[in-house]
């Protein structure tokens, strides 16, 4: 299986400012169409998970702007331009191209 | 707008069957473009994709659970289905059905919101 990793796994910010969370995985998700298969979730409190981000730097539908992926092969980042208090919860990365499906496991977000 | 509802057991002993049930409203589940899954999470930990599901029936198992899974689905209700045979106490965790794309877009776009299963004697 796929491994994925994420960092930190924990992560404390403030609102206003700019956070960023690394994700890791142990095959590049670059597959021969050009695309790389990687996607973001968050879940927050009490809630399942939502997609944010799909094929590495795509918005998914009604995400805001401030969310914004970027990476190739296997070394990807999640960036938030400035958090806000609505932004808390986990945050995970997948990859959606190697059967099974794998989840990294998680980075916690949270106001200081 | 869709949503997606499980159903299922709560507690179980070891050795039985699970079985989970998702219902789909909001949308047809017969919809070309639309794949169903199942993914869990047990307490404290990661994210674990299943099994998928097409309209037709065709099927995708994660390679770890293989022989104890099936998934089916039956359109007349909405519905599809996860059973899973030999339970054990790894195999408690919090069971989500998902709606997913697998056009070479892949993701999971919709979840439930989750149903807990313990395994315990």
């Known amino acids: 299986d796929i491994v994925m990793t994420q960092s930190p796994l924990s992560l404390p910010v403030t609102p206003g400012e700019p956070a960023s969370i690394s994700c890791r995985s142990s095959q590049t998700l670059l597959y021969t169409n050009g695309n790389t298969y990687l996607n973001w979730y968050l879940q927050k409190p009490g809630q399942s998970p939502q997609l944010l981000i799909y094929?590495?730097?795509n918005r998914a539908s009604g995400v805001p702007d401030r969310f914004s992926g970027s990476g190739s092969g296997t070394d990807f980042t999640l960036k938030i331009s400035r958090v806000e208090a609505d932004d808390v919860g986990i945050y995970y990365c997948?990859?959606?191209?190697?059967?099974?499906?794998?989840f990294g496991l998680g980075t916690k977000v949270e106001i200081k | 707008h869709l949503q997606m509802q499980e159903s299922g057991p709560g507690l179980m002993k070891p050795s039985e069957t699970l079985s989970l049930t998702c219902t789909v409203s909001?949308?047809?589940?017969?919809?070309?473009?639309?794949?169903w899954g199942w993914i869990r999470q047990p307490p404290g930990g990661r994210l674990q994709w299943i099994s998928t599901i097409d309209r037709d029936g065709s099927t995708y198992y994660n390679p770890s659970l293989v022989s104890r899974v099936s998934t089916s689905i039956d359109t007349s209700k909405n519905q599809f289905s996860l059973r899973l045979i030999s339970v054990t106490a790894a195999d408690t965790a919090l069971y989500y059905c998902?709606?997913?794309?697998?056009?070479?877009?892949?993701?999971?776009?919709?979840w439930g919101q989750g149903t807990l299963v313990t395994v315990s004697s």
């Open positions: 998902t709606k997913e794309r697998r056009d070479g877009i892949n993701y999971v776009d919709m």
């Open positions: 094929l590495t730097s």
């Open positions: 909001g949308d047809s589940i017969r919809s070309t473009d639309h794949f």
């Open positions: 997948m990859q959606p191209l190697h059967t099974p499906w794998t």
